[in-house]
């Protein structure tokens, strides 16, 4: 449970747009520490392109730029770190100062993005609105590595569980993943780039019910498929 | 699937010892780099206490080391790399030339090695075969948050396929993950230590069916359960 919400709260912050105007448009250097108090935080956007991206990773890249134009489909930013007013609920609610010390979390940062530019997660994600549907296109880098020459098992759960909780979290607001079952159906070469198509299948009071599969770019190989589970956080209840 | 392969191969190189006795006892400085070509490596054991170890780990691993001492539990040593005569078996069987470039095989390192002391990944995995259980210590640095605060869901599962693919390595000789069924009850501050308790529940023909559950370290606290699937490899068959 509450698996994806970081990413799904650092992107919901940033779609409501940075605080003060902070955010830098490049991939500039970022600050090394941040903490839990009200410090600033500048703000760097990992899902733009980079010099390790591949020929097929920038194509793809390409293509769904296109369809944002139009307002069907949007590209979602993503941060290392957030500022800690886009945190509060979990502040209040979920984090326990018993367990969780000040010190410790001056050194967090999202696991999906703290590897350097193309050692590990490449990822971009776009949004379909209408259609409810969440594409996440990623490059596994070689410090994902399972068996010799392909991406480990938990770096795809990783990506999957990512691109399936920002779809429910689009679609219905913070969420928990309460259930991810995976198949897994062929490797997936390091530094090759795949296709993540996830999609909300379906909505039973507080359950969030979205389903994904993996693909090669050229959609003839698929590599996983998965189902999960997502429970609507509620506010007033702790979870820990 | 074969998602757990690459950990499990290291594993039977280690518990087969080194070649040549060039493994070093202590966690000293690796080699840049390893290829798939006959070079020498020198491989380091990071499954033993370093600094960044928290006290609940230090005491838990000595409970689980003095297990070992009569032999009915032994301790998996772990490393970023294994020699390219260890992984001959996915070079002919699995590995696509064409898909895998050996530029890119040089800067490949086991996921859950691949960051520094204490940012991390720190686990210690101790088997026991009368039982057919495998038992993972783990303690999820700041690198690995999802929630602010917590574990990343994927950091999770990747420990989990770890644990439980290795249990299917030792019971069964080199199998690959093909599903990976995960429901997530709570989550887990970071720089905590879990306990991952995984057992074989059953073997079908060439299906390997093993189940875990991850615990807080006074067993009071049940975060995850799963259930996996796991086939037996064919060498003789290419899986790409």
Redesign the interface.
């Known amino acids: 449970?509450?698996?994806?919400?970081?990413?799904r709260?650092r992107t919901l912050g940033a779609l409501r747009g940075p605080p003060g105007g902070r955010r830098l448009p490049g991939r500039e250097p970022l600050p090394a520490l941040r903490s839990?108090s009200s410090e600033e935080v500048i703000l760097k956007d990992y899902s733009v392109p980079n010099p390790s991206w591949n020929k097929d990773l920038r194509l793809l890249f390409d293509q769904f730029m296109k369809k944002c134009e139009d307002g069907s489909w949007k590209r979602l930013p993503s941060y290392k770190r957030?500022p800690a007013e886009k945190?509060q609920d979990?502040?209040t609610h979920?984090?326990?100062p018993k367990?969780?010390?000040e010190e410790?979390?001056s050194?967090?940062?999202?696991?999906?993005r703290?590897?350097d530019d193309g050692?590990?997660f490449e990822y971009v994600m776009f949004y379909s609105d209408v259609e409810k549907r969440m594409v996440c296109l990623f490059q596994g880098?070689?410090?994902?590595?399972?068996?010799?020459?392909?991406v480990?098992?938990?770096?795809?759960?990783?990506?999957?569980?990512?691109t399936v909780?920002m779809c429910a979290l689009m679609a219905g607001g913070v969420v928990?993943?309460?259930?991810?079952?995976?198949?897994?159906?062929?490797?997936i070469?390091?530094?090759?780039v795949v296709m993540i198509n996830s999609q909300l299948d379906k909505v039973e009071g507080r359950k969030f019910f979205v389903s994904c599969n993996v693909q090669s770019v050229d959609e003839q190989t698929l590599y996983s498929e998965a189902t999960s589970i997502f429970i609507k956080l509620n506010p007033a209840k702790s979870?820990?």
């Not at 480990?152 to 990512?162: F, P």
């Open positions: 449970m509450l698996r994806s919400c970081a990413a709260l839990f957030i945190i979990f502040k979920l984090l326990d367990l969780v010390k410790q979390m050194q967090t940062q999202l696991f999906t703290s590897f050692l590990g880098g070689p410090y994902l590595e399972g068996p010799p020459g392909f480990h098992g938990g770096a795809i759960a990783t990506m999957i569980d990512s909780g928990m993943t309460a259930n991810l079952n995976i198949n897994y159906k062929r490797p070469p390091l530094c090759s979870l820990t």
